[in-house]
């Protein structure tokens, strides 16, 4: 247990569908990532939110919309995906701007997509 | 080119015996950090070194920094077969990029019982 949950664990979608995946963490930390991990691929950052605002877009496609209510939740939004998108999407979190940036991850959302 | 990159891309030994790990990077970083991902899980961190440190132990992993040659080293002792998953080195530049880790492709490690 590290302290960050995500759901749901496994996720599968046709590509018109609409769904989120959700990220919540219980360590305090003021900064919370979307990073997506392909086959063969090193981890991609997608998003990082600090004290609530975006501060990076990786370039990602706006089929993927995050949503940063507070500092303890993280959703990504889903909409019109592609069978490429298919990855495990992991959410992060750590003290930005205190503390050496070590990242605590979830377990991940496995998104298969049809 | 990926910032981290890792060397061998994977490795098989038995229990009991070393496991070494490299890294290598492109650019100035203020820290490097190794990660351990089980299949299908999350990442879990492992140990951090700063850019002003040569060596770091904890426990049976020992790591090293050569920021002249931009390169890492990550040695596990006496393995196990627990040991068995991903490694992956992240390095962290520090200033506006904070936090934002970059890694490289990993190492499947396999310890055979």
């Known amino acids: 247990e590290t302290g960050v949950t995500q759901t749901p664990r496994h996720l599968v979608m046709g590509m018109t569908n609409k769904k989120s995946l959700k990220c919540e963490q219980h360590?305090?930390?003021?900064?919370m990532y979307w990073y997506k991990q392909s086959a063969k691929k090193p981890l991609e950052l997608m998003f990082v939110?600090?004290?609530?605002?975006?501060?990076e877009n990786n370039s990602v496609p706006s089929r993927f919309s995050p949503e940063c209510p507070n500092s303890s939740h993280l959703f990504l939004h889903l909409h019109t995906l592609q069978p490429e998108d298919s990855a495990l999407y992991l959410c992060a979190s750590s003290h930005h701007d205190r503390g050496p940036g070590e990242l605590f991850f979830g377990e991940g959302s496995r998104l298969t997509v049809l | 080119s990926q910032q981290g990159e890792e060397d061998p891309q994977a490795l098989s030994i038995q229990e009991g015996e070393n496991a070494t790990m490299n890294c290598s990077y492109k650019t100035s970083i203020n820290n490097l950090q190794w990660y351990r991902q089980n299949s299908g899980r999350g990442l879990v961190h492992l140990i951090l070194i700063r850019s002003n440190e040569r060596e770091k132990h904890s426990g049976r992993l020992r790591v090293t920094l050569d920021t002249s040659k931009k390169s890492s080293s990550l040695l596990i002792t006496a393995s196990r077969a627990a040991d068995t998953a991903s490694y992956f080195c992240?390095?962290?530049?520090?200033?506006?990029?904070?936090?934002?880790?970059?890694f490289g492709q990993g190492t499947i490690l396999t310890v055979h019982p």
């Open positions: 939110y600090s004290l609530e605002e975006r501060v």
């Open positions: 992240a390095t962290d530049r520090g200033g506006t990029s904070y936090g934002k880790l970059t």
């Open positions: 360590l305090g930390h003021n900064a």
